[in-house]
């Protein structure tokens, strides 16, 4: 018969029996205990007397030990036990049942007087009895496994992966994965101190640099990225090393991740934090916590990308009530449904409301009285508003938007009012840019007049994993194999993720003063083209198959995003890597308010930004840098 014939006729009796599990294992483990006797005797006697030195009732004392065992481990429920995952769980389980078991057997035989039966054998059956069930257990489960690798290996199902960290990570890694179809060929770590070591019978064989390599010898169909603790370089490091194998890449969670409950044996796909390499921001968990907790917090735009996680942010840290101001009812329904069940003590409020509507604003802040409102309600995809009718809606939300619900935060007594700024408000060149300008001088301007609220902003890059972002965009279009497209080959952006993004501005909240602008120092920026090829690579795919097409910079694009304008001037705070910056004073904010009451009549949209900010807005500069 051929092997894999035989396999699969193994398979078939495995699957008929299992419904019979329970007593197939007692029957099993009597017949453990009638052969740990025998041992024992041999290994106690030796051949020549192990028969004939037994007393006559020896076999009525096997019978016993049978049943007692029996007993024991069904009251233990090891019958229960599926024994093709048997790990250390059950064996503890085992050794606790002998333990019982050969306790009690050594009380009635010596209470029954039974001398002719040699101490050291009462004392050494429970050890082979322990030995002998743990053995046959996982004889199963080598079994079992061989026979669903051979199964999956013909059937091109098995996955066989090369792991890159041999840390503790790594090694719980190999013991979860192993029973869902994976075959780990090997473990890459940068430590000489492991270099040869073998983890669970399975070799550290070279460093992250030999990955490509080794990938290729060890016949390797994925690579996994096992280091969860590492820092940022080190983890950009890794995902750089298996990117270059072109294999398909795939992670355990983060250290952030695990600590939520997630375990080590979830693999996950490539997510746009991976790929930043940098370290998180190091907040001031225990000031936040003194100005969140309880106190009434209301976040408009409450279901977007930024504000529903500004949502999770803020309820980590145990406001009395969170208000959420969301004009989409679907946003606004899923980010109740998760904070419910994730904070069902935590009351909230839903509301349907528009930051246009200023009446609507001033009755909820009437009604609700927050002491601290999150303002990140706004439009932001730049060619969209290039367009000029989506140019007056941009306008009316971003600008006339936060006028309104900055003026109700005031004119209701709100201590602390945050505005959700971003790098396209430095020497604006598009709509979404300048609008975003003009609100930072709306506050600004606010800051003076109504000194009891403090008035701040944050600034902050493009946000990777938001609605809109080319992380997504990028995935999908590799998915449908191609092309992938970048709108320069030069353009360049700094990134942050929507977490840490959140983080930011809850922490400037805390150290913000009124009329700041905070700035995050985000590193280096990252070109696009580059991480469109790092996403190429690490889904498996050869860039020669999949090519990226540059397709021209959109309406109001610029290749390179500036943070601060060039006469602004910035100070560290406590916080490591945010800034403060502190804008000079601008005509513009008495402007931009004249502009807001009074709104100048039949111009373009354009020519409303370029009257307000004057030089600071260039429209044409993105058409001139391409």
Not at 8 to 20: G, K, N, Q, W, Y
Not at 51 to 67: E, F, K, N, Q, W
Request: net charge neutral.
């Amino acid at each position: 018969m051929p092997l894999s014939s035989a396999w699969t006729a193994l398979d078939h009796l495995l699957a008929r029996i299992r419904p019979h599990r329970e007593p197939l294992s007692l029957l099993v483990d009597g017949a453990v205990v009638v052969l740990a006797w025998q041992a024992v005797y041999l290994f106690r006697l030796g051949f020549e007397r192990w028969l004939s030195a037994r007393p006559s009732y020896d076999a009525a004392v096997i019978a016993g030990l049978v049943a007692l065992y029996l007993t024991v481990l069904w009251l233990f429920k090891v019958p229960k036990g599926v024994w093709r995952f048997s790990g250390f769980g059950e064996i503890q389980r085992l050794a606790a049942a002998c333990l019982v078991a050969g306790l009690l057997g050594a009380t009635v035989v010596l209470m029954l007087q039974l001398n002719k039966v040699p101490r050291a054998v009462l004392a050494l059956h429970p050890v082979f009895v322990l030995a002998g069930l743990a053995g046959v257990r996982l004889a199963y489960r080598m079994l079992y496994e061989q026979m669903l690798a051979q199964q999956r290996a013909q059937d091109g199902s098995l996955r066989r992966a090369l792991v890159l960290g041999a840390g503790d990570a790594g090694r719980l890694l190999l013991a979860g994965i192993q029973h869902q179809g994976w075959s780990v060929a090997g473990f890459l770590d940068d430590d000489p101190a492991k270099r040869g070591v073998r983890i669970a019978g399975v070799p550290v064989v070279g460093a992250l640099a030999d990955t490509a390599r080794l990938a290729q010898e060890l016949d390797a169909s994925h690579l996994i990225v096992a280091m969860p603790s590492a820092d940022g370089a080190t983890r950009r490091r890794a995902f750089e090393a298996a990117a270059q194998a072109k294999r398909p890449v795939l992670t355990v969670p983060s250290s952030e991740e695990l600590r939520t409950g997630q375990r080590t044996d979830q693999l996950r796909d490539i997510q746009p934090e991976d790929l930043l390499g940098r370290e998180p921001v190091q907040l001031d968990e225990a000031g936040i916590s003194g100005t969140l907790a309880g106190k009434v917090v209301m976040i408009t735009g409450a279901g977007g990308s930024i504000g529903s996680e500004l949502c999770r942010q803020v309820a980590r840290f145990g406001p009395s009530k969170l208000v959420f101001y969301e004009l989409n009812e679907y946003n606004l329904y899923a980010i109740e449904q998760e904070l419910s069940e994730r904070f069902p003590h935590l009351p909230l409020v839903r509301l349907i409301g528009d930051v246009k509507d200023l009446d609507h604003l001033r009755r909820t802040l009437a009604k609700q009285q927050p002491h601290l409102v999150f303002h990140a309600a706004a439009y932001k995809h730049v060619p969209l508003m290039e367009d000029e009718d989506n140019a007056w809606a941009c306008l009316r939300n971003n600008t006339l938007g936060t006028y309104h619900a900055a003026l109700a935060s005031a004119e209701h007594g709100v201590e602390r009012f945050v505005l959700i700024s971003t790098d396209k408000a430095v020497n604006p060149t598009n709509v979404m840019g300048a609008t975003k300008r003009a609100a930072e001088l709306v506050i600004s301007s606010l800051a003076q007049e109504h000194p009891a609220t403090r008035f701040m902003a944050v600034r902050f890059g493009n946000v990777l994993g938001s609605s809109g972002s080319v992380i997504p965009k990028f995935k999908e279009q590799i998915a449908k194999g191609g092309p992938v497209t970048v709108t320069h080959p030069e353009i360049i952006r700094y990134f942050m993720t929507i977490p840490e993004a959140a983080r930011l501005v809850v922490q400037a909240a805390v150290i913000g003063e009124s009329g700041q602008v905070l700035v995050l120092d985000m590193g280096e920026p990252v070109k696009i083209v580059d991480l469109a090829r790092q996403l190429i690579l690490l889904s498996g795919h050869d860039p020669e198959d999949i090519p990226i097409v540059f397709s021209g910079l959109r309406p109001g694009e610029k290749l390179y995003e500036e943070l601060l304008a060039h006469d602004d001037e910035t100070l560290p705070t406590a916080v490591p890597r945010l800034r403060i910056a502190k804008l000079q004073p601008s005509a513009a904010a008495a402007r931009v308010r004249r502009g807001l009451v009074e709104p100048l009549q039949g111009l373009h949209p354009t020519a409303v930004l370029r009257a307000w900010l004057d030089t600071e807005y260039h429209p044409a500069a993105a058409q001139r840098t391409s």
